[in-house]
């Protein structure tokens, strides 16, 4: 039978989340959690793939498995969180169709990335600190070309493995909050290292090096080398994946954003 199983985790200590060989990654640990939990071999399959140090707030796997008579789904929850590492959460798991596909029945993912804007000792594996105050209304006028849909080449990794690049983009913008700012990004899909290229280029508009109309001719461009710089992985959280009702029917989700978003 197929579940679907939402989980959280802290991606600082982990080489993201796809399996790799001779390194630790988060689908490797749940896997290695989910077979001494349920006695057989499992193997999961995630929505998306994080990079190295990125986090989700929501992330969200299938794994086929027999289920006991005598394991019910809250006592597999209970005892899933008991052996994966702290950095590591199960927050509801639920059955679905077998033909069910954590990746493909995907409707749209969220992305935030948090920038803290005053010294704090507990936000440093969790966002980007700025001594400086970035233009928001610069940013939001050059993220708000980044809404419909396109192709998005020039940020994207070079040589990734994507078929193809066009994204359909339906939110894209920055939200003040307390001691900091966070950028919000929903899409269909996302090609690899997309969102961290934007809001590397973005942040680039922001400190006055670059107009929004430039970050428009780089974005058309459909080439990598005009963007800058991709932004740290510590401030990127993976915070909401949306199925059709009818995988999620009845079930209690997650809220899907970081503890600390008050947007």
């Known amino acids: 039978m197929r579940y679907f199983?939402?989980?959280?985790?802290?991606?600082?200590q982990y080489h993201g989340w796809q399996h790799q060989p001779n390194t630790?990654?988060?689908?490797?640990?749940?896997?290695?959690?989910?077979?001494?939990?349920?006695r057989q071999p499992v193997y999961s399959l995630g929505s998306g793939r994080t990079d190295s140090g990125v986090h989700a707030s929501h992330q969200v796997a299938h794994f086929d498995a027999e289920l006991p008579d005598t394991l019910d789904l809250e006592t597999l929850l209970y005892r899933l969180n008991r052996a994966l590492p702290r950095d590591i959460r199960a927050q509801a798991v639920h059955p679905v169709p077998d033909q069910a596909h954590a990746r493909y029945d995907a409707k749209y993912?969220?992305?935030?990335?948090?920038?803290?804007?005053?010294?704090?000792?507990?936000?440093p594996n969790f966002s980007l600190y700025l001594d400086r105050a970035p233009d928001v209304a610069a940013?939001?006028?050059?993220?708000?070309?980044?809404?419909?849909?396109?192709?998005?080449?020039?940020?994207?990794?070079?040589?990734?493995?994507?078929?193809h690049y066009v994204c359909t983009c339906v939110e894209a913008g920055w939200h003040e909050v307390p001691g900091g700012l966070v950028f919000r990004i929903r899409a269909n899909r996302f090609v690899r290292?997309?969102?961290?290229?934007v809001v590397g280029t973005l942040l680039t508009v922001g400190r006055g090096k670059m107009t929004p109309e430039e970050f428009g001719q780089v974005f058309t461009s459909l080439n990598r080398v005009h963007a800058s710089g991709a932004a740290l992985a510590n401030g990127l959280f993976l915070c909401r994946v949306e199925y059709p009702a009818e995988l999620v029917a009845g079930i209690d989700l997650p809220i899907g954003l970081?503890?600390?978003?008050k947007v």
């Open 193 to 197: 290292g997309m969102v961290r290229l």
């Open 24 to 38: 630790v990654t988060v689908q490797r640990e749940l896997d290695r959690c989910l077979s001494q939990v349920l």
């Open 139 to 163: 940013m939001n006028q050059a993220a708000a070309m980044l809404l419909g849909t396109h192709d998005f080449t020039s940020f994207s990794k070079v040589k990734g493995s994507e078929k």
């Open 258 to 261: 970081p503890y600390f978003s």
């Open 5 to 12: 199983l939402h989980l959280a985790y802290d991606g600082t």
């Open 109 to 123: 993912r969220t992305y935030e990335y948090h920038v803290r804007l005053v010294p704090d000792p507990f936000s």
